[in-house]
């Protein structure tokens, strides 16, 4: 069964440091989502694409945050500089073009910044 | 933009008894209302959904009502089982203005289910 597959699953650094999550969305699915879960919350929307463009970014912190899927594909979100407060697990999800609704999540990246 | 409160944050039962979550949204507009559960350590993973044109939706233990009037759905766990614990996150969403797919998905804080033996 496809999935939708991220990478590192874990990731220490301190604050001031780059950091970048990669993910790789479920072959054929258009739309990809990265998420923001604090712990003992529920997942918050940061960036929406739509293959390759930007359909929604309206929660993503601009000034330390980017995304990109510069293929329509696989996509990268970086943060930098990482502050104590982007502690968190970061959820990548896709999903076809469809009136299914259904998100694929990944198993995420959990961010400890020092 | 849409608001989802969940009900209650955290739910202990015993095996076989039901649980209820409860969720109520902001935006007249959201039509789509999923369930994730979400494990210890795992990915979120669709249980249930309804749409608004539908007041109930079961699947065997598993069941979500919806109030269009009153913007609140609920999730309905029957028969509960120790492999239902985890975290269970209500969301909701409006088609988009094409009507050809779902938009902006947003969650509830979670509710964590203890199913005890």
């Known amino acids: 069964e496809a999935e939708v597959a991220q990478s590192p699953r874990y990731k220490i650094t301190e604050k001031s440091q780059a950091v970048a999550f990669w993910c790789d969305p479920i072959?054929?699915?258009?739309?990809l989502y990265w998420y923001r879960q604090i712990l003992g919350q529920g997942p918050e929307l940061l960036v929406q694409?739509?293959?390759?463009?930007?359909?929604?970014d309206s929660q993503l912190p601009k000034d330390r945050f980017s995304a990109e899927r510069l293929k329509g594909v696989d996509s990268t979100l970086k943060i930098q500089p990482a502050e104590l407060g982007d502690s968190a697990m970061y959820l990548c999800?896709?999903?076809?073009?469809?009136?299914?609704?259904?998100?694929?999540f990944g198993e995420g990246s959990r961010l400890t910044v020092l | 933009g849409e608001n989802v409160e969940q009900h209650p944050s955290t739910l202990s039962v015993q095996e076989g008894d039901s649980a209820v979550i409860k969720c109520t949204y902001s935006?007249?507009?959201?039509?789509?209302f999923p369930w994730y559960k979400q494990e210890l350590g795992k990915r979120p993973q669709l249980i249930i959904d309804?749409?608004?044109?539908?007041g109930e939706k079961k699947d065997q233990r598993i069941a979500v009502t919806l109030n269009k009037t009153a913007k609140h759905f609920s999730l309905h766990i029957t028969e509960t089982q120790p492999e239902d614990s985890a975290v269970y996150f209500c969301?909701?969403?409006?088609?988009?203005?094409?009507?050809?797919?779902?938009?902006?998905?947003?969650f509830g804080q979670g509710t964590i289910l203890t199913v005890h033996p």
């Open positions: 999800a896709s999903s076809l073009i469809d009136r299914t609704g259904e998100l694929f």
């Open positions: 072959s054929g699915h258009a739309t």
């Open positions: 694409f739509q293959d390759e463009s930007v359909v929604d």
């Open positions: 935006d007249s507009a959201s039509n789509y």
């Open positions: 309804i749409r608004s044109n539908v």
């Open positions: 969301a909701a969403s409006p088609m988009d203005a094409g009507g050809t797919s779902y938009g902006k998905l947003t």
